[in-house]
């Protein structure tokens, strides 16, 4: 039963978090937030995220900017940042994740977290799990056109200047175990938003080692298409796709 209350508790939060209409007379639509002081280390990413309509906080006023951070919450602040073409907030349910979840596993960027999308064999409201580090550096590693594994992923956020890390620039110091808050969230976006012009799909999930000198190459370079020369077979021709792209 605590579990349950949780979970909801957990989806009222993602909800309000990310809400981009605030009724009239919020106190949450001035550049500030009640619980985030001008000398927060996060005061001016957070006040630029509410800005972007990133994300607007509760209705009361505050950001909350220590509690922990769901997954489908960070997917949807990563996707609001950017707009994409064609993607559009309305639900065919009641569950506010259930578009954002939809264009991350269209984008193949189902390996970066936990949630599935919804089908008929599963029922709503669906958890929504606090996300760690790591998870984060998964996702934000997919959406720039990349398929590592987890300290993979982490090396190339601190490599490509995506992250500093949390206590210093290594795998150990991003402390990938950790969950994430609204606060870390917001300055992740701004970086990602800050380097990367847009948002790609993942290239076909496959185990990859991370190598230092691709940073310099785009993601089709980096993950290129394998086409195998046309063999024969009878009056016919084939091409084999080794990575399929997705469309």
């Known amino acids: 039963m605590c579990h349950k209350i949780k979970s909801k508790a957990l989806v009222v939060f993602g909800a309000l978090l990310l809400c981009t209409v605030m009724p009239v007379g919020a106190s949450a639509n001035g550049s500030e937030f009640k619980d985030v002081s001008p000398d927060h280390w996060g005061y001016e990413t957070i006040s630029w995220a509410k800005e972007s309509g990133i994300v607007d906080g509760y209705p009361d006023g505050t950001f909350k900017p220590e509690q922990s951070v769901g997954q489908t919450e960070f997917l949807a602040m990563l996707i609001r940042a950017y707009k994409p073409k064609g993607f559009s907030e309305q639900s065919s349910d009641n569950d506010w994740r259930t578009p954002y979840i939809q264009y991350g596993f269209k984008m193949g960027w189902g390996a970066s977290y936990i949630t599935p999308p919804a089908s008929k064999l599963s029922s709503f409201p669906k958890p929504e799990f606090p996300e760690p580090r790591m998870y984060v550096a998964k996702l934000i590693t997919n959406a720039s056109g990349r398929s590592y594994g987890f ?41 990602v938003k800050s380097k990367l012009e847009m948002l790609y799909p993942a290239p076909e999930q496959r185990k990859t080692v991370y190598d230092p000198k691709t940073l310099t190459l785009s993601p089709f370079e980096a993950f290129p298409l394998n086409v195998e020369q046309p063999g024969e077979y009878g009056p016919f021709s084939y091409i084999n796709l080794i990575t399929p792209s997705l469309g």
């Open 151 to 191: 300290d993979d992923s982490i090396r190339f956020l601190l490599d490509s200047g995506l992250s500093n890390g949390k206590t210093d620039n290594t795998v150990s110091g991003f402390q990938g175990n950790e969950l994430l808050t609204p606060a870390e969230a917001v300055t992740f976006i701004k970086n």
